[in-house]
């Protein structure tokens, strides 16, 4: 898991802000996520994907959008949109080992505020 | 969609005894269930998994239960040790290649006292 590094490590925006998390990964891997973490929560997707140029929508994607331009990049991008972005971000990336099943790998996560 | 519900919330042991966790899902097309552990501070992490075609699994102190009818999956582990306190998520998808979205349980905080 040392392989995948998000940026920053804190993130204070002020409302109607947008701001970018970084994730990048130099594990090979094809996939990569991003959830949010809460309280009492667990965690939740926002978007993955499987290859680049291409991502889905995860449970609660409104409000925020992603690109995938390069394999070893995945930025997420919180919009004014998103009504409540105070939260712990989490990026993963996985590959599927011969026969499966895979293992996601976590990044250490960033942690954004809205001021 | 896929729903994972998961029980309970916290948990408090004594060293040396063993902890349950449960969890159902909703989806039976699903067949694939991580068990990953977050300690305080640090990243999620892959402690254990099961495929639908397996109904146990074990690895040393730790074992991985799934009952398809039912459609729940527990996590048990054996001989609570203080650093096995920690945050645990059970998840379940649809598959096992890369890219299949992982749906999470909301956690459960196990604390083990000595």
């Known amino acids: 898991d040392g392989g995948i590094t998000q940026s920053p490590k804190y993130l204070f925006r002020k409302e109607g802000q947008n701001v970018t998390l970084s994730c990048e990964q130099n594990?090979?891997?094809?996939?990569m996520y991003w959830y949010r973490q809460d309280p009492g929560q667990g965690l939740r997707l926002i978007y993955y994907s499987q290859i680049v140029n291409d991502f889905q929508k995860g449970d609660i994607a409104e409000g925020y959008s992603v690109s995938r331009e390069k394999k070893e990049s995945f930025p997420l991008t919180v919009t004014s949109a998103q009504k409540n972005p105070t939260a712990f971000y989490l990026c993963a990336s996985s590959i599927p080992p011969a026969g499966g099943p895979y293992e996601q790998f976590f990044g250490p996560g960033t942690r954004l505020t809205v001021l | 969609g896929e729903n994972v519900e998961q029980h309970p919330s916290t948990l408090s042991v004594q060293e040396g005894d063993s902890a349950v966790i449960k969890c159902t899902y909703s989806d039976s097309a699903s067949n694939y269930f991580p068990w990953y552990k977050q300690e305080l501070g640090k990243r999620p992490q892959l402690i254990i998994d099961?495929?639908?075609?397996?109904g146990e699994k074990k690895d040393q102190r730790i074992a991985v239960t799934l009952n398809k009818t039912a459609k729940h999956f527990s996590l048990h582990i054996t001989e609570t040790q203080p650093e096995d306190s920690a945050v645990y998520f059970c998840?379940?998808?649809?598959?096992?290649?890369?890219?299949?979205?992982?749906?999470f349980g909301k956690g459960t905080t196990l604390s083990v006292s000595s």
């Open positions: 099961i495929r639908s075609n397996v």
């Open positions: 998840a379940a998808s649809k598959g096992y290649q890369a890219g299949t979205a992982l749906i």
């Open positions: 594990l090979n891997h094809d996939a």
